[in-house]
Structure formats: structure tokens, C-alpha cells
Nanobody, 126 residues
Framework: QVHLVESGGGLVQAGGSLRLSCATS????????MGWFRQAPGKEREFVAG????????NYADSMKGRVAISRVNAKNTVYLQMNSLKPEDTALYYC???????????????????WGQGTLVTVSS
């Protein structure tokens, strides 16, 4: 099991940027594929971005492509989400998630994640 703690959320104006971080502890970080999800008020949780165990493969939601970048530093047990050109509709609680050693055919965007953080709130004002 891995423990996930998100940080970096806050209030930002439309067009601004934020960098979210997810620090992990517990099992070997490099054995986990990592993902970011978000849940806006009154909406279901949705996939934002995911990254493979060694960082050589990333996947993004169509709504975020070109505006976000996921990265990881295995030596720091941390995954990041850089978000640019933020819009009011990006306002949501952003969650970090982990999946232990997914198979080679697993889809980072659609596979089930097993460990979740508590979330960090991102609010984008117009």
C-alpha cells in the first residue's frame, strides 16, 4: 500500500497556472503507475492524466491536452501535474492515484487505480 498526499492547489485567475504535487510513501514508488483525477461539484470524478512507472508513457484527457503535463521523479517519490491556461471549468478537487505494477497492456486512462489521496482543491476564477 502507498500513502499519497497532494499539495499545490489554490485559487488562481483564469489563464493562470498551477503545479500540483503528490508525495508518496510506503511501497516502492517506481512500481506504481500514477494518475491525476478531478471531481467538480455535482459531477463524477474524471481522469486528467496518467504516467507509467518509469515515466516513458503519459496519457491525457482530451479536455486537458495541451494545457497540462504530468511528470514524476522516482528518486523523490513524487508525481507532478503542471496546469496552464486554466479555465473556470477546471475548478475541482484534484486527486492523485496509484496502481501497483499494471500489466503491459493496461491503459493508464481507464485501468482501475487502487490507492488514492485526499485531494487538493483548485479554484479558477473568471
Amino acid at each position: 500500500q502507498v500513502h499519497l498526499v497532494e499539495s499545490g492547489g489554490g485559487l488562481v485567475q483564469a489563464g493562470g497556472s498551477l503545479r500540483l504535487s503528490c508525495a508518496t510513501s510506503g511501497r516502492t514508488f517506481s512500481s506504481y503507475a500514477m494518475g491525476w483525477f478531478r471531481q467538480a461539484p455535482g459531477k463524477e470524478r474524471e481522469f486528467v492524466a496518467g504516467i507509467s512507472r518509469n515515466g516513458d508513457n503519459a496519457n491525457y484527457a482530451d479536455s486537458m491536452k495541451g494545457r497540462v503535463a504530468i511528470s514524476r521523479v522516482n528518486a523523490k517519490n513524487t508525481v507532478y501535474l503542471q496546469m496552464n491556461s486554466l479555465k473556470p471549468e477546471d475548478t475541482a478537487l484534484y486527486y492523485c492515484a496509484a496502481r501497483w505494477r499494471p500489466g503491459p497492456s493496461a491503459n493508464i486512462a481507464t485501468m482501475p487505480y487502487t490507492d488514492w489521496g485526499q485531494g487538493t482543491l483548485v479554484t479558477v476564477s473568471s
